[in-house]
């Protein structure tokens, strides 16, 4: 059988590579609730972009209605000094 000495150095190793472990484990989680934090603030400034595309979209479209309308009555008032 293993001597006390032998056993104690053992259970040492031991403790020290399950302290290892627990570091890494550690590390880990910080890693991962980083990362999480960050792909929420990009999810975050994604959706607002994709609001500011709406916006634009939209601003775009009743920009060339207007712009219609305005073709439109120029006609009519071109036609109506023609006569």
Do not use: H, P
């Not at 570091?23 to 989680?29: L, T, V, Y």
């Not at 990362?35 to 500011?52: F, I, S, T, V």
């Amino acid at each position: 059988m293993a001597s006390s000495g032998a056993k104690e150095q053992f259970l040492r190793q031991m403790e020290q590579i399950v302290e290892g472990i627990k570091q890494n484990r550690m590390k880990m989680e910080k890693k991962k609730q980083e990362n999480k934090m960050r792909r929420d603030q990009l999810n975050d400034e994604y959706l607002e972009l994709l609001e500011k595309q709406r916006l634009y979209f939209k601003t775009i479209k009743d920009f060339k209605e207007e712009c219609r309308k305005n073709e439109m009555l120029l006609s009519k008032l071109r036609a109506k000094g023609a006569s």
